[in-house]
């Protein structure tokens, strides 16, 4: 019996040309977050299941989850997210000095069922700022999404970062009329709003509000506002402390110039742990449903570490959504895509030369030069090719002649031109 | 009831203080393997159980193993090593020009008993040449691992790649007196020699062969031999092919200057898959028992996938076990340890300046500037303090009056001078 050759569905494989682009939009992310002050961390991915089942929404904990009991007897789950991990680095540091800013970009795990932008395997970049009550992190943090997409060329005509408060939506449904006991049923009919159909959708939210058709209606035009000086809003909304810092973030906004952001009352994103502020990123043309990424702020969640209140706020962004994203919009170049293996590449005339050509390898190697020698044992004309087929634009050719004489030929591959030098020479002239 | 602010025993979590470590490991790897023309790749975590039941000896996929039925009643596995998974991927690239070099740094997985260098949870860079039947390319990856040690600026007094031949060793065995159907026992008892005191291996020995003591002191004079010029050697092996090109390989890791390589009989390496050369690192001093890294040419992994032979040679190398040693002999600086998060913080007088910051903040990062801007909302001298535990050189601040008139004031807090500028000054000043 022969095993299958391909890995299980919704896995994450990726060979060299997939890695080359996947790297890029990791290393972009890292880089931009370093240029804001912010440090890497991580965790672990098998989490004791009691750090999900406390949080997050039950799903993640359940039907959704890679769950299992270990050889010592402990029921574990690798990591659906990673904002409970987080939450307890943050907790074990009684001396950590808040706020702190920090990233990750760990591998999570939901069993759902594979399709576009959605695996069961996959890599989620996080990015989040602990310890600070204060808008400016809110504002800290989608500058570094902005700062993100610029780094991508990604034009704001292409994404919106759709925001709302939690704070403010619990608010608002009151005045709407919602009973407090239906808040939760009607956040979560809010977030289905844009993977329905309106009638379904309608129909959903009716029943959230208990049948109550007068609340619903309220519920649907506080959905559709599309600007915070809407008088409808303004009014219900009169002496509201959440609308005043809805106000002020919006401000903020503005002042600093964030053209992607708009005020989106519809966005309440799903987990329960968010308590303030909240963002989502969306592609603005049809191609990609899913949000890119979402995120805001909580204020409670190292509490299940029975700690002082530690406040955050912060993102969680999909790799391979944004690289969707990316490819749809013709973002990753082909730079990106063909880069070369090595800078030159070593053909070897015989088995007598390999210890001549390894030399020289380690030689320009130690000079920072990227060097591929040729391990194949194939003739002359077929390592040509083989560095041809990877680009590589230069080969020096290793013979024992070659060696006795310490003078080596390179070609240039693309003009056909040969080099003859020393290894110094060589050097100098690819550099 | 409050949870654990513990990871489970065994998993991998770094704060930011240890991930630069980590990573300025991971990143030297990543270096000398793109340096030599190697490519990244990356296979799933969550894999077959059957990919490793098949190979890699029994005991990975049994009672080391985490495994367990997912939701869809698939037998799986979090894969305890990469080798299998790179077979697969290559294996399903009909169209793949061999010889390909590839490397990868997973994560993998092993229950065993957390101690000194062993953990559950473990990042294991690994290098492999594929499609080569060359010695050339077990060359090319002790180089490569030589290489690698150069980087870390560790000489080769201090670390050992001890190396010998499965092939070489099966005629030997032969040769000692060892029945062929006693061969793998006999292996396995050789692989022990280091971990147990010599009355215990030398029994553990006898009994592999089946008590022949003949054989039995014939096998421990061979794993003492300490050169390959040895005259019982020489006259035990006559004529043997696989002796051959034991010796032709260490005329080439001569001829190239390999001078960490010792030829070792006595390395055979645990696992099942390897066919000739092995080869492992170890510390030569006491510190460090735990191999750092082990290798060596597989002939017939592919053909698990029913496809044509491909061979290969590579190693695996543990992130933490490479960590410890370089901790022990003092190769990893202050540097890296205690790197600033950000060239300049920016203080911000009031919650009014927040915008004049964030816009000051975005301009400075456009130029490439690591900034990092303050959220906490604390009293400046606060503020200053912040930017000093975390090393940053720079504080500019930021009140109404300066983005009124668009001049900064910019402190450099190791020696108290003040720069004050416009944010084009404050640019070229930082570069």
Do not use: H
């Not at 060329?153 to 919106?160: E, K, M, N």
């Not at 088995?351 to 044992?377: C, H, N, P, Y």
């Amino acid at each position: 019996m022969s095993l299958s050759t391909k890995p299980l569905s919704g896995m994450r494989q990726r060979l060299p040309c997939e890695f080359r682009i996947e790297k890029y939009v990791t290393e972009t992310l890292r880089l931009c977050s370093v240029q804001a002050g912010f440090e890497e961390y991580d965790g672990p991915v098998i989490e004791p299941l009691a750090l999900f089942a406390a949080k997050s929404g039950g799903e993640l904990a359940g039907r959704q989850s890679y769950c299992f009991t270990d050889r010592g007897g402990r029921e574990v789950i690798l990591r659906p997210e990673m904002t409970p991990s987080l939450a307890r680095m943050v907790a074990a540091q009684g001396e950590l000095q808040l706020p702190v800013r920090w990233f990750s970009m760990p591998l999570c795990y939901r069993y759902e069922r594979p399709q576009r932008g959605r695996v069961r395997e996959f890599l989620q970049f996080n990015l989040d700022v602990l310890g600070s009550e204060s808008l400016a992190a809110e504002l800290e943090v989608i500058l570094v999404l902005q700062g993100i997409m610029k780094s991508f060329d990604a034009p704001s005509s292409i994404y919106r970062i759709g925001w709302s408060s939690r704070r403010f939506m619990a608010d608002a449904l009151a005045r709407c009329g919602v009973e407090q006991s239906l808040a939760g049923a009607v956040f979560s009919a809010v977030d289905k709003r844009d993977k329905m159909k309106p009638d379904a959708w309608a129909e959903l939210l009716l029943q959230a509000c208990g049948g109550d058709s007068g609340a619903a209606e309220k519920v649907i035009a506080l959905v559709s506002v599309e600007a915070l000086s809407d008088q409808w809003l303004t009014d219900l909304m009169s002496g509201s402390s959440a609308f005043q810092e809805v106000v002020e973030f919006d401000e903020l906004l503005r002042g600093v110039g964030v053209p992607g952001a708009i005020f989106s009352p519809g966005v309440v994103r799903g987990l329960d742990y968010y308590t303030g502020i909240v963002f989502e990123l969306m592609d603005t043309g049809g191609e990609n449903r899913r949000s890119l990424c979402g995120g805001g702020r909580y204020d409670n969640l190292a509490g299940l570490f029975g700690n002082k209140k530690i406040s955050g706020v912060g993102f969680g962004l999909g790799v391979l959504t944004l690289t969707l994203f990316l490819e749809t919009y013709g973002l990753i170049s082909d730079t990106v895509k063909e880069a070369a293996a090595a800078e030159v590449y070593i053909a070897v005339a015989s088995f007598e030369a390999v210890t001549g050509a390894g030399i020289l390898a380690e030689f320009l190697r130690d000079k920072g030069i990227r060097v591929m020698t040729d391990v194949s044992g194939k003739k002359l004309g077929k390592q040509f090719s083989e560095a041809s087929r990877y680009g590589i634009p230069f080969v020096v050719t290793v013979g024992s002649g070659e060696v006795k004489a310490g003078v080596y030929k390179m070609k240039n591959l693309s003009d056909g031109t040969v080099f003859t030098g020393s290894p110094e020479e060589i050097t100098d002239r690819l550099k």
